[in-house]
């Protein structure tokens, strides 16, 4: 079965600094791989997606995600960090078997002034 | 292009009452899919329509059903309300590929009482 797995519940990180939230992933055959970010009471924006192609995959707001193959891991990057950036972040992973997506158990990014 | 819309955005039940959830996806997708989200159990899904037939279910019991119309409109019923019942209740609208990404809905916040 696909899963993900975030292994961080929570990353702070001052404004104007680089921030990662991990995500490592586990499948059978080729992943396709999202990051959702979710703000309070809100549903789930997409952000990016690997599915083939590059390692650096560019998406929303500055962020982008590496996909390391070997490590089985795809962690979410952006260069400098906003205090707006502040939310509930979720890997996915798409399950091919069931048509659905799995989700990781989120990780909550908080950014200080 | 309009988004995701979910009605309504919030409900209050009393158990042993039955509830009924709107999802109308981005126009031209076929796919809608339906997510529970609760603090415990994260992200969770419950299944999966397209063209009016249901493709797949998550592992939830009986008193969770759906449809999907027509135009793609989909409905989420959940009988027999249960205080466990009380969650965010996402739906995810995506054109049929799999490697395309999911559009959520902003979710309906259901509390059973």
């Known amino acids: 079965a696909q899963s993900v797995a975030q292994p961080e519940d929570q990353v702070n990180v001052a404004e104007g600094n680089p921030l990662t939230v991990k995500c490592t992933y586990s499948v059978s055959g080729n992943p396709y791989l999202f990051w959702y970010v979710q703000y309070p009471n809100r549903g789930l924006q997409f952000l990016l997606k690997y599915i083939t192609g590059d390692n650096l995959v560019k998406g929303s707001y500055g962020f982008e995600a590496e996909f390391n193959k070997s490590q089985t891991s795809f962690h979410l990057k952006k260069p400098s960090a906003l205090v707006s950036d502040s939310a509930l972040y979720f890997c996915a992973v798409r399950d091919l078997s069931f048509q659905k997506l799995v989700f990781g158990t989120g990780t909550r990014l908080l950014v200080s002034p | ?113």
């Open chain 2, 1 to 113: 292009k309009a988004g995701v819309t979910q009605t309504p955005r919030y409900l209050i039940k009393t158990r042993g009452q039955q509830v009924t959830l709107s999802c109308s996806p981005i126009s031209g997708h076929r796919s809608v899919s339906w997510y529970q989200q609760t603090p415990g159990q994260g992200l969770q899904f419950l299944f999966e329509y397209f063209s009016e037939t249901q493709r797949n279910k998550g592992n939830f019991p009986g008193r969770f059903s759906g449809r999907q119309f027509s135009n793609s409109r989909s409905e989420m019923n959940v009988s027999t309300l249960e205080l466990g019942d009380s969650a965010l209740y996402l739906c995810a609208s995506s054109l049929f590929s799999m490697n395309t990404e999911a559009f959520f809905g902003q979710g309906t916040r259901l509390t059973v009482v």
